[in-house]
């Protein structure tokens, strides 16, 4: 898994994952343009993407339905180091009255990808570059 990112403009990156294309950018208030989601909006965006990817396959392989699922992500911030500090998922299922498959959704959501690696985090290495010029 690979993502290749560029500097734009301003405070803006494009972001480039299996040939699609993304834009990253601040609020005006931030002295962005805001002509996309932020670094922090990146990942709310990923922890709810996948918490509802998960929610959906073990209503599918269930034969339940999947429309109107629904999946709200908030987190809070911390300082020293800023970071966000804590994260709130809410999966919305229209029509799930029984309570096994609401555990089941659940138990299916905590396997998430990026909730795992949250709960569990990586190693990061950092590297700094500069190209040979001749």
Do not use: W
Request: aromatic fraction near 6%.
């Amino acid at each position: 898994m690979e993502a290749q990112i560029e500097y734009e403009s301003g405070v803006q990156f494009a972001v480039d994952i299996r040939g699609h294309r993304l834009v990253c950018d601040q609020p005006t208030n931030a002295g962005g343009q805001d002509a996309g989601i932020t670094p922090p909006e990146f990942l709310l965006a990923s922890l709810g993407t996948c918490a509802g990817y998960y929610a959906v396959e073990y209503l599918k392989t269930r034969s339940l339905p999947v429309e109107g699922v629904r999946i709200s992500v908030r987190a809070e911030k911390a300082l020293n180091p800023g970071r966000l500090s804590r994260f709130h998922i809410d999966v919305e299922v229209d029509g799930l009255t029984d309570d096994r498959h609401r555990e089941g959704v659940l138990r299916a959501v905590k396997r998430c990808l990026i909730h795992n690696t949250l709960l569990h985090p990586p190693e990061i290495e950092i590297g700094i570059h500069t190209p040979v010029t001749m």
